[in-house]
């Protein structure tokens, strides 16, 4: 069972959405995608001042099986990327929620994050996914 | 349906992650593919290979078929127990499988072929046999099972769980020979100093009904189940090539580093494919294979195009054909198959962007030791 924990935002593509007090928005991937990948080898994370939209590939983490996308949940400027992770992409599998995050992105409306999945939404649909 | 091998309820027990590999449902990993890695390299783990193709070739016309069958010279096997690696090839000298061969009698020959290709291989074997007349008699030994015990305590461990009457000649075994034991269950089991992991290690062929108890016994003396992730990073890291990736029938031995197991020696000896690598051989080989180190952050896979940096050159550019990340070198180390006239230096396309890579001399380690300069 794949923890998932109340207070975040999720997208059915398995990433996280966190609202910081700044009104930044923190990115990770959920515990459900960290064990689909397995062990993390290498993360390569957007460039800060990137302007992304809603659903676009802008990081890539690579596990011991495969390369693999990470889509934003939502668009807007990134303001701050997780730089511990070049040394220690492991921590995206040990804390995915917590010291796993990717980056940050100022968003261009509250739009976009207010229409994620909340936590049981995203768990219903795990369960329809089969796990 | 993907077949299983007598270890399969085994492996759901231990938690194993579970991928097809050449049709067979194989343990990719049991949690940590890393973890298994690293345990091979510093102390002992336990492969399930028994995916593997045992085949015994029994008859008066056993060495004779060999000699023609296989690019390396079956003459090199004079010791009883004497071990050959070698390619099968087309007459086209693209190969058909990599292979090792066991002399066990002038009668009686063992050989070892992949999982992926072992319907392709016993119709070419018969095919060939039926063309040439062969005296021989090709049988698939499915009531056998295999395991790999690799690791520099491995020997020492699997030999303290054989039979008493067993363990002071199982350690005298030199590297790359094999010889048959009586089991204390009074069956027989074949032992042999080989592997795909760069390390010191046995591997083991016993009837498929006493498979299970061995694993078990193996866990708890401190040998560690391994998965197909880990044997697959410890065998690039050592050098050694995976059939289908590295080679193929569309590639031959001289351009899949692999000329060291072609023997030409004997220029009476008319193997399956000579014709067709004399005739490459004449000219320049115009490709080989070669070990990458990635300088740049990233981690390489097969397909990746490379750039071998010759633009005068037709042939400038190459493929990576096996890719990962190491974990002994914490670095992403590949083989790539590049022009002939490749430097010390090539780049690597990754999503787009054009990456770093130095030429290294393989294997990257043996017995736990970094060979290459990081």
């Known amino acids: 069972m794949s923890q998932v924990l109340a207070d975040l935002k999720y997208a059915k593509s398995h990433e996280w959405a966190r609202l910081l007090s700044n009104g930044v928005?923190?990115?990770?991937?959920?515990?459900?995608?960290?064990?689909?990948?397995?062990?993390?080898?290498?993360v390569e994370v957007p460039m800060v001042g990137r302007e992304i939209v809603a659903a676009e590939a802008c990081a890539v983490i690579e596990s011991t099986k495969a390369a693999s996308d990470v889509y934003s949940p939502i668009g807007g400027k990134v303001v701050a990327v997780n730089d511990p992770l070049g040394a220690a992409p492991e921590l995206i599998n040990q804390d995915c929620y917590l010291q796993g995050w990717l980056f940050r992105v100022q968003p261009i409306s509250d739009a976009e994050f207010d229409s994620l999945l909340n936590a049981q939404d995203y768990i219903e649909f795990l369960a329809s996914q089969g796990g | 349906m993907a077949r299983c091998t007598p270890l399969h309820d085994l492996h759901a027990a231990l938690g194993a992650r579970m991928v097809d590999f050449g049709g067979w449902d194989m343990p990719v990993h049991y949690g940590s593919q890393i973890e298994e890695h690293h345990r091979v390299r510093n102390d002992a783990g336990v492969f399930d290979v028994s995916h593997m193709c045992v085949l015994d070739l029994r008859g008066a016309g056993v060495r004779p078929f060999l000699s023609r069958l296989i690019s390396n010279d079956v003459a090199k096997l004079r010791l009883s127990?004497?071990?050959?690696?070698?390619?099968?090839?087309?007459?086209?000298?693209?190969?058909?499988?990599?292979?090792?061969?066991?002399f066990m009698t002038e009668q009686w020959f063992r050989v070892v072929v992949n999982a992926g290709t072992r319907d392709k291989d016993?119709?070419?074997?018969?095919?060939?046999?039926?063309?040439?007349?062969?005296?021989?008699?090709?049988?698939?030994r499915s009531d056998l099972?295999?395991?790999?015990?690799?690791?520099?305590?491995?020997?020492?461990?699997?030999?303290?769980?054989?039979?008493?009457?067993?363990?002071?000649?199982?350690?005298?075994?030199?590297?790359?020979?094999?010889?048959?034991?009586?089991?204390t269950q009074g069956s027989t089991w074949f032992i042999a100093r080989t592997g795909y992991t760069g390390e010191e290690g046995f591997e083991l062929i016993l009837p498929v009904g006493e498979v299970v108890a061995l694993w078990e016994a193996l866990?708890?003396?401190?040998?560690?189940?391994?998965?197909?992730?880990a044997r697959d990073t410890l065998r690039l890291e050592a050098g050694m090539?995976?059939?289908?990736?590295?080679?193929?029938?569309?590639?031959?031995?001289?351009?899949?580093?692999?000329?060291?197991?072609?023997?030409?020696?004997?220029?009476?000896?008319?193997?399956v494919g000579r014709k067709a690598l004399?005739?490459?051989?004449?000219?320049?080989?115009?490709?080989?294979?070669?070990?990458?180190?990635?300088?740049?952050?990233?981690?390489?896979?097969?397909?990746?195009?490379?750039?071998?940096?010759?633009?005068?050159?037709?042939?400038?550019?190459?493929?990576?054909?096996?890719?990962?990340?190491?974990?002994?070198?914490?670095?992403?180390?590949?083989?790539?198959?590049?022009?002939?006239?490749?430097?010390?230096?090539?780049?690597?396309?990754?999503?787009?962007?054009?990456?770093?890579?130095?030429?290294v001399k393989l294997p990257f380690v043996r017995n736990g030791r970094i060979l290459i300069t990081l």
Not at chain 2, 81 to 102: H, Q, R
Not at chain 2, 147 to 158: C, D, E, F, S, Y
Not at chain 2, 245 to 262: C, F, I
Not at chain 2, 319 to 348: C, D, H, K, N, Y
């Open chain 1, 25 to 42: 928005i923190e990115i990770g991937i959920t515990d459900h995608a960290q064990h689909a990948l397995g062990e993390v080898v290498f």
């Open chain 2, 81 to 102: 127990g004497k071990a050959l690696y070698s390619c099968m090839l087309n007459e086209a000298g693209g190969v058909l499988d990599d292979l090792i061969i066991y």
């Open chain 2, 122 to 140: 016993i119709a070419w074997m018969r095919a060939q046999a039926a063309v040439w007349h062969s005296d021989i008699e090709i049988i698939e």
């Open chain 2, 145 to 183: 099972a295999m395991l790999a015990v690799q690791g520099p305590k491995a020997r020492q461990i699997a030999s303290d769980l054989l039979p008493s009457h067993l363990r002071a000649a199982v350690l005298l075994l030199e590297p790359f020979f094999g010889c048959e034991y009586l089991s």
């Open chain 2, 219 to 229: 866990n708890a003396a401190g040998v560690a189940s391994c998965g197909l992730g």
């Open chain 2, 241 to 271: 090539n995976l059939y289908g990736n590295d080679m193929d029938e569309s590639h031959n031995p001289l351009e899949s580093g692999l000329a060291w197991t072609v023997s030409f020696d004997d220029s009476g000896r008319d193997f």
């Open chain 2, 278 to 359: 004399e005739a490459f051989r004449t000219t320049l080989v115009p490709r080989k294979l070669i070990g990458l180190i990635l300088e740049d952050r990233g981690v390489l896979r097969a397909h990746q195009r490379v750039v071998a940096g010759l633009a005068k050159d037709a042939l400038c550019e190459g493929e990576v054909t096996s890719g990962t990340f190491s974990p002994t070198l914490a670095r992403s180390i590949a083989f790539a198959r590049v022009p002939q006239a490749t430097g010390e230096t090539v780049q690597v396309e990754i999503r787009g962007n054009l990456l770093n890579a130095r030429v």
